[in-house]
């Protein structure tokens, strides 16, 4: 039985633990008096970076590229829990390099489940994203690729000491590079809000409860499973428009500069195929992996049961936040607090 007493004392690689979501997983797993928290990431200087702000003897700096087997199984061997965050996860660079995307988002995710297995680790959370359903581009070819990946391997070995299971999740507010840093410089130095597409709608989630997502996959995973967290969304015009009202701007200059490469109008959590199986956990959703063995006449002859009208989760036809709704998400953030500290 997996429960947060769990954590206590043991030994949880982070691949990808320097990263936004990583650290604050990191940080999480230290507040949950794990005993020693792996940081596994291919940067020296973002590594030295948080050994100085985080000043914490339990924690050690794994160097390595989840490309290369031998590095990812150093910081496998002696882990009780891995959580893979690793991952290339921009969709324009992955969209001029594909094989960059292929290489550490499948092979790189091949060789954490492999490493974990071989090592004896417990349990393997790998993160995904919306991207990755109906995928349109790269980054979320590449990431459907290495759910199929995970969710073959505890097919395969149903006998295995490692438990996976697979998160998915949107829009991190606030994550680097995003859309809402961005309309926070330009707001901040009077340009106009850059805005692709005024109708497209994004999940919008913080990265608390990205961690809370993944937590509970810890916590309740069977083999194979899926998690999502019911989120709400907001259009990009309600979203430019929120952020602008909480910088004490009522009127921001907009500028249309159309929808980018590989992008879609909607983002989908959830397939209606994944939507027919999935168990409502209250604040997620749970999808069962199919379990069915390598008996191909399961999958080629008999079928699934018929397909009811159930719709695909989206961020269409999820609860839609209007801009008072977004305002009140977006001062949930530390970042808007201490940007508002600051102009205050
Ligand atoms: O100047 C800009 C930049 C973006 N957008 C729009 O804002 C939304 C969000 O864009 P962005 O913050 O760049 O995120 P995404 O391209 O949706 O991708 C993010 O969200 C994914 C999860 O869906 C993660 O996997 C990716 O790593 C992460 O970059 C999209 O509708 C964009 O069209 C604008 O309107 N103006």
């Known amino acids: 039985m997996t429960d947060l007493s769990s954590i206590r004392g043991a030994t949880v690689t982070v691949t990808g633990g320097t ?71 921009q969709v324009p660079s992955c969209e001029f390099f594909p094989m960059q995307a292929v290489k550490t988002n499948v092979t790189g995710s091949h060789n954490v489940l492999q490493a974990a297995s ?76 850059t805005i692709t597409e005024p109708t497209m709608t994004r999940f919008l989630m913080s990265l608390e409860q990205s961690v809370d997502l993944v937590e509970y996959a810890f916590l309740h995973a069977e083999p194979g499973d899926l998690f999502v967290r019911k989120a709400p969304a907001a259009t990009i015009e309600v979203l430019a428009k929120a952020v602008a009202r909480v910088m004490g701007i009522t009127e921001p200059q907009i500028e249309r500069i159309g929808t980018r490469h590989g992008e879609k109008l909607h983002e989908t959590l959830l397939s209606r195929e994944e939507m027919l199986k999935a168990d409502d956990h209250g604040d997620y959703f749970r999808v069962p992996l199919d379990a069915r063995s390598m008996q191909y006449g399961l999958f080629f002859e008999e079928g699934e049961v018929a397909m009811t009208a159930v719709d695909d989760y989206t961020s269409e036809n999820t609860t839609r936040l209007d801009v008072d709704g977004t305002i009140g998400l977006l001062q949930t953030l530390p970042e808007f607090d201490a940007l508002l500290a600051v102009t205050r």
Do not use: C, W
């Open 19 to 89: 990263g936004s979501f990583g650290s604050t997983m990191v940080r999480h797993l230290l507040r949950r008096d794990a005993g020693e928290v792996r940081v596994f990431s291919r940067d020296e200087a973002k590594q030295d970076e948080m050994r100085s702000r985080f000043s914490d003897a339990r924690l050690r700096f794994y160097l390595g590229d989840v490309r290369d087997y031998d590095s990812v199984a150093a910081a496998m061997v002696g882990a009780d829990f891995a959580f893979h965050a690793a991952a290339l996860k």
């Open 118 to 193: 071989s090592a004896g680790v417990e349990s393997v959370v790998l993160l995904s994203t919306d991207k990755a359903v109906y995928p349109v581009n790269a980054m979320g070819m590449s990431k459907a690729l290495m759910e199929k990946t995970a969710q073959a391997f505890a097919r395969n070995n149903p006998k295995s000491r490692t438990r996976v299971s697979l998160t998915r999740y949107g829009n991190v507010m606030y994550s680097r590079g995003s859309v809402i840093p961005r309309f926070v410089d330009q707001l901040q130095s009077s340009s106009p809000l």
